[in-house]
């Protein structure tokens, strides 16, 4: 009987003058911004993906489409609740997260801590079952060139009865 599953998720946002830059749930003082139907926060979004892997359920486009204005400007932690609840209803809960941001600015590391709690409190964990860690893409490509934010995460989702 499988009681372990592992998910990964990706996203990535461009960046835009005007914008909050919000990741994690966390605002961050930048001059740019992540662009987006909802708050943009990708790396909220990279971890839902991954949840949603885990089971198979298809991907946070299918449950919250930029296309319904419903979304639109949504909090995006609001959104990761949704999706917790829907992994426990089928019998699951998160046994760990892994992150990684690739931003070349701001330098991120600072907020880390803040966001770390922040997803744990939305998702009924404790701070270390939350990794995130955080790169520059060594001023290569887009993200290099500072035209956006990527993140890729992965969950490991243990069953319920395990627990
Ligand atoms: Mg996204």
Redesign the pocket.
Known sequence: MTTIRIGNGY?I?QLSPNRPLILGGVEIPHSLGLL?H?D?D?LT?AIMDAMLGALSLGD?GHYFPPTDPQWAGADSLVLLAKVNQLIQKQGWQVGNIDSVVVAERPKLKPHISTMRDRLAAVLGLAPNQVGIKATTNEKLGPVGREEGIAVYAVALLVSSSEL
Do not use: T
């Open positions: 996203d946002h987006g909802s943009a990708a979004h946070i």
